[in-house]
């Protein structure tokens, strides 16, 4: 397909243009004109680059991108990712906060979907939009438990448990990422547990003292569910060919 045409059509499923952000989402490179085949990655970065090249992709999208609302000068790894891309004719397109909070392919929803959660709805204010889900198990679960099913879905152990509300949890908040900040609005949506990415140390009273138990998927990890999201769904619009690269950072 014309590249431009599913551009386009990226900018205005993921409201790209309406969705305030420090990313400069979109189109950040142009690579060739014709897309049959697609790479998704967490992380624009060389190794995704080059595994983007070696599978012989026209575009990558990605979850965090090369540019945020600041000026880059193209000199010294910059230049050498730029170079890649341009070299290879591959384009590169990001999509953050956009994937955050969309509702059907949104980081967020997608694991609320895959834990098959009930009564969906959002929370997590992050520059004036909900970035976040809340919902219901289907029937209540041992903290444990839905741990080890975190875990399952994400495809690795999760990096941190903080225990500090009822064993057996029922109402379930999520938001991928760097999510802890948002703890305090976790326990205002009255959560049981807050799935989120990455650990925050500055923010390990505030979830023991309001009483908010806390299941740390991993950054990386709780970020790949809504590009996958995203693969399917493009894959099955438009039988474009997709694959998605695996770069855990361990974070």
């Given at each position: 397909?014309?590249r431009?045409?599913l551009v386009?059509y990226?900018?205005d499923?993921?409201?790209?243009?309406?969705i305030q952000?420090?990313?400069n989402?979109?189109?950040?490179?142009?690579?060739?004109?014709?897309?049959?085949?697609?790479?998704?990655?967490?992380d624009a970065?060389?190794?995704?680059?080059?595994?983007a090249?070696?599978?012989?992709?026209?575009?990558?999208?990605?979850?965090?991108?090369?540019f945020?609302?600041?000026?880059?000068p193209v000199?010294g790894i910059?230049r050498?990712?730029?170079?890649?891309?341009?070299d290879?004719n591959?384009?590169l397109?990001?999509?953050h906060?956009?994937?955050?909070?969309?509702k059907?392919?949104g980081?967020?929803?997608?694991?609320?979907r895959r834990?098959a959660?009930e009564?969906i709805?959002?929370?997590?204010?992050y520059?004036?939009?909900?970035i976040?889900v809340a919902?219901?198990?289907?029937?209540p679960?041992?903290?444990?438990?839905?741990?080890?099913?975190v875990?399952e879905?994400?495809g690795?152990?999760?990096?941190?448990?903080w225990?500090f509300?009822p064993?057996t949890?029922r109402?379930?908040?999520i938001?991928?990422g760097?999510?802890?900040?948002l703890?305090?609005q976790?326990?205002?949506a009255?959560?049981?547990?807050?799935?989120?990415?990455?650990v925050?140390?500055?923010?390990?009273?505030?979830?023991r003292?309001?009483?908010?138990n806390?299941?740390?998927?991993g950054?990386?990890a709780?970020e790949?569910?809504?590009?996958?999201?995203?693969?399917?769904?493009?894959a099955?619009?438009?039988?474009?060919?997709t694959l998605?690269?695996t770069?855990?950072?361990?974070?």
């Open positions: 397909m014309k431009d045409e386009s990226l900018d499923y993921l409201q790209i243009k309406t952000d420090d990313s989402n979109g189109l950040q490179v142009e690579g060739a004109e014709e897309v049959n085949r697609l790479a998704f990655a967490v970065g060389l190794a995704a680059f080059a595994e090249r070696a599978a012989h992709a026209q575009m990558l999208i990605v979850h965090h991108g090369l945020w609302s600041k000026p880059l000199t910059h050498r990712r730029l170079k890649t891309l341009l290879a591959i384009s397109y990001a999509a906060l956009p994937l955050d909070l969309h059907t392919v980081n967020s929803a997608a694991l609320a834990l959660l009564e709805t959002p929370f997590g204010e520059k004036g939009q909900s976040g919902g219901r198990l289907p029937q679960l041992s903290l444990d438990d839905l741990a080890l099913e875990e879905l994400l690795q152990p999760i990096t941190g448990l225990r509300g064993d949890v109402r379930v908040g938001i991928s760097g999510g802890a900040s703890v305090e976790a326990a205002q009255g959560v049981d547990v807050y799935i989120t990415g990455e925050g140390h500055n923010y390990y009273h505030h979830a003292e309001l009483e908010l806390v299941i740390f998927g950054h990386y709780t790949t569910v809504g590009l996958k999201a995203l693969a399917e769904h493009l099955e619009r438009f039988g474009v060919e998605f690269l770069l855990p950072t361990g974070a």
